[in-house]
């Protein structure tokens, strides 16, 4: 797969089995002015991919088609532009493959129930990160 290429963007795919977090995330990141598009399907997610840029990948790690460490493992081997973040149910335990995985790959990462406050200031810094060197004016 070729993905496009790195451009203006304020999309995020959201990726997550759980139609319930879908919803949230849409109604959500929609009101905060970001442009969400949601899938239950990670195969979804790279057909997606080959046609549209987003800023920013935001998936779940617990998934039937294929888990999340997976997921960004066909992210980064298709050089997908975008930012990746992680979100989970498991909690927050310092010990977890998620907060290791997080030291190594420099991943956001999300716990469930969402702290709406660290999410709307993690997808901010994600977009300004990928904009890094393009010509953008500041989301607003």
Same mark, same amino acid.
């Given at each position: 797969?070729?993905?496009?290429?790195?451009?203006?963007?304020?999309?995020?795919?959201? /990726?997550? !089995? *759980? *139609?319930? /977090?879908?919803?949230?995330? !849409?109604?959500?990141?929609?009101?905060?002015?970001?442009?969400?598009?949601?899938?239950?399907? +990670?195969? #979804?997610?790279?057909?997606?991919?080959?046609? $549209? #840029?987003?800023?920013?990948?935001?998936?779940?790690? %617990?998934?039937?088609?294929?888990?999340?460490?997976?997921? +960004? $493992?066909?992210?980064? *081997?298709? $050089? /997908?532009?975008? *930012?990746? %973040?992680?979100? #989970?149910?498991?909690?927050?335990?310092? &010990?977890?493959?998620?907060?290791?995985?997080?030291?190594?790959?420099?991943? &956001?990462?999300?716990?469930?129930?969402? !702290?709406?406050?660290?999410?709307?200031?993690?997808? &901010?810094? %994600?977009?300004?990160?990928?904009? &890094?060197?393009?010509?953008?004016?500041? $989301? %607003?």
């Amino acid at each position: 797969m070729d993905c496009l290429r790195k451009r203006n963007s304020d999309r995020i795919l959201v /990726v997550d !089995d *759980e *139609e319930g /977090v879908l919803d949230f995330l !849409d109604i959500f990141l929609t009101s905060l002015g970001w442009k969400p598009q949601c899938t239950s399907s +990670v195969k #979804t997610a790279l057909a997606t991919l080959e046609k $549209h #840029t987003y800023f920013l990948v935001l998936t779940d790690i %617990a998934m039937p088609d294929m888990d999340g460490y997976e997921f +960004v $493992h066909a992210l980064r *081997e298709r $050089h /997908v532009p975008s *930012e990746i %973040a992680l979100m #989970t149910g498991f909690g927050y335990n310092p &010990q977890h493959t998620l907060v290791r995985i997080r030291r190594s790959m420099h991943l &956001q990462f999300y716990f469930k129930p969402f !702290d709406r406050l660290k999410i709307s200031e993690g997808i &901010q810094n %994600a977009w300004t990160k990928y904009h &890094q060197g393009l010509l953008t004016a500041p $989301h %607003a």
